[in-house]
């Protein structure tokens, strides 16, 4: 077994070679998790800066990047000085930079979409009345005006942070396919993105919307020998149904096709386990480093009826045993609880799972139960619910521990009532601006109040004594809730209220749990977020029931549930089936490991599932607990 860690040096030089003046080709890496992709993108770049920097700042030219997050970008473009030579953005930048311009171009793509999507729309009625009939109407509507008026508009927009709904702003998905359909039905903009960009990478490509990369292999197979389209990635950890099914197959046999082997991240148990669990995709395996040791695998099996809490502790706690790790559990007498040990990533496949387990599920559940579009619950800024997590509970948390000063900034930068008793005060003399300041005092005294008792209060009773005191500013819908709440409304309320009604009486704990949750202070994460990542302690838990989706199911992949008519048909086409599907996550959550790993699988059959992980070499019978 090859174990050099410099093995792949040579996959680097082959790179090098491709982006060569006299050399140019495009390419298409093959590498697995942890091979140190970035590292080799960052090298490419820093070797072509070297080589042909001069010569593309003299034509005006500059390599480009295409990176999956704005974060990744700023870490790129920091890793080369940010030197102007390369471009380094998202897709949606990239794309839009692209297109911007063309503005007659726009204009006529545009009115296209739209008289195909009217037609459509026209041909799909639904029962009169249903939420269904009521969206196409509306949309038809929406879509025949802004046809009608499409030429009086003098300038499209667009803006990849959103938020623009003008008529003459694109979106998201439009300014995607928008970039796809010009650069492949107008060779102009071919040609202008080659001159321009001469070297092209695009990272994380087994992600990328699948109509622009063919636009650009569309690009790359026109100007073959003066355009290099570079793509990184690794096509078993797509997790996205935007991405491109097989881009290995639709490489051209004139492309470079390097291929890394080794696993600098995870030691040789783990990398062996990612192996196995790859090995009915495609063929692709990867070495260990000498030097990550041996590191250990285990998986804890436990019915679906199990207590969660119960079964991850004991797993934290055999894990801690077996490899001598105390950071595995949380030391006696620490009072995190043990879903908050830092030290051990838990990944979740959906985030009511982490609600569940950090306690924050009755606020969660209600808030997804709000009529709107569910982005904001989903990413922890709901609108209403800042009040709290901003300004309530830092004035609450700086009280507890006597900081006297902070709880003052606070009122005084964000309480409308010390402004509007300044204003009252029609002088305002030191006297005056003293009985200010001891007013307020007064309502952050009540509101503390709330927890002097033994009981934290709800939120909705936080709310109440906000809407009292006028202390902070509540939003509509809370202060809405509050007033039906009041007259005691014998009806039902439906829809938005109630859900609010839901919201206010969890615990105001709740909200302080969702607010750390959300801005990634707690050891949660999901199996989709945690792509890139790496992590010494990780806790993959599998539980189909708990994430209550379709589109993954863990019981497929191990064994535990029969496939159903419509996945062997996919398999027996070679479409993407759901365990393909939950293949691929299994492989990206196992292979963040860089130390040690413990896979808890809920079942319906444990015993199926643990002949399925022995009978295919993924686990050995002493590496599985039955809990
Ligand atoms: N040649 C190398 N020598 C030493 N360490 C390396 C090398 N290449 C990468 N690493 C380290 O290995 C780890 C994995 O690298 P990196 O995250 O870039 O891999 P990746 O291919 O992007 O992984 P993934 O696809 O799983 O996210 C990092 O900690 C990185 O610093």
Sequence with gaps: MLRDPSVDDRV????????????????????????????????????????????????????????????????????LDFDPLVSVTTIHA?????????????????????????????????????????????????????????????KFTY?????????????????????ADLLTSKPLLANILVTKHPI???????????????????????????????????????????????????????????VKVMNHRSPRRIVELSNRVRADADDHSQTAREDRGEGTVRLFIASVDSDTDVVEKAAAATMSTITGDADWTVPAGDDSEAGENPAVKRLILEHSMAAQRFHFADLFSALKSLPRDQTSVLDGSVPELQVFLQQVEPLVQAHQRGDQFTVARIVRENSPLMAHKILEAASPTPGALRTVLEECQEAVDQLINLWSGAE??????????????????????????????????????????DAWQRCLAA???????????????????????????????????????????????????LGAK???????????????????????????????????????????????VRAFAIENNWFSEDEIVLL
């Design 12 to 79: 680097d030089d082959e790179i090098a070679h491709c982006l060569q003046r006299e050399t140019p080709r495009s390419f298409f890496l093959y590498a697995g998790a942890g091979s140190g992709k970035t590292r080799s993108l960052v090298l490419a770049l820093k070797r072509a800066q070297e080589t042909r920097g001069h010569d593309l700042t003299l034509r005006g030219q500059q390599i480009a990047v295409i990176t999956f997050t704005n974060a990744a970008a700023d870490e790129i473009s920091s890793r």
């Design 94 to 154: 990239f794309a839009w930079k692209l297109v911007r311009d063309y503005q007659d171009d726009i204009r006529s793509w545009l009115a296209a979409e739209l008289d195909a999507s009217i037609e459509q729309l026209e041909s799909t009625k639904s029962r009169e009345g249903s939420k269904k009939e009521t969206d196409r109407v509306y949309r038809l509507q929406k879509n025949r005006n802004l046809a009608a008026t499409i030429h009086d508009i003098r």
């Design 159 to 179: 803006s990849p942070s959103g938020g623009n709904h003008d008529r003459e702003a694109l979106n998201h998905s439009q300014v995607i396919k928008l970039a």
């Design 200 to 258: 092209l990478f695009i990272d994380e490509s087994q992600d990328t919307n699948k109509n622009l990369l063919d636009a650009f292999l569309h690009v790359a197979s026109e100007s073959e020998g003066q355009f290099v389209l570079g793509l990184f990635g690794d096509t078993m950890q797509r997790i996205y149904n935007d991405g491109k099914v097989d881009i290995a197959g639709s490489i051209p046999g004139t492309w470079a096709t390097p």
């Design 456 to 497: 934290v209060p709800t939120i909705g009773q936080v709310a109440s004594v906000l809407d009292g005191l006028g202390l902070f500013t509540l939003a509509t819908s809370i202060k809405t809730t509050l007033m039906i709440d009041k007259l005691e409304d014998e009806e039902s309320p439906a829809g938005e209220i």
């Design 507 to 557: 615990s105001f704990d709740e909200v302080s749990r969702y607010g750390r949750y959300f801005s990634g202070m707690t050891p949660f994460a999901t199996h989709q977020g945690v792509k890139g990542l790496e992590f010494p302690r990780v806790m993959v838990v599998l539980s189909d029931e708990e994430a209550g989706g379709f589109l993954f199911s863990y019981e497929k992949l």
């Design 562 to 608: 029969e496939l159903t008519a419509s996945d062997v048909k996919n398999v027996a086409t070679g479409k993407d089936s759901s365990v393909d599907r939950t293949r691929r996550l299994m492989y990206v959550t196992c292979s963040r490991a860089s130390e040690a790993l413990a896979v808890v699988a809920y079942t319906s059959k444990p015993e199926a």
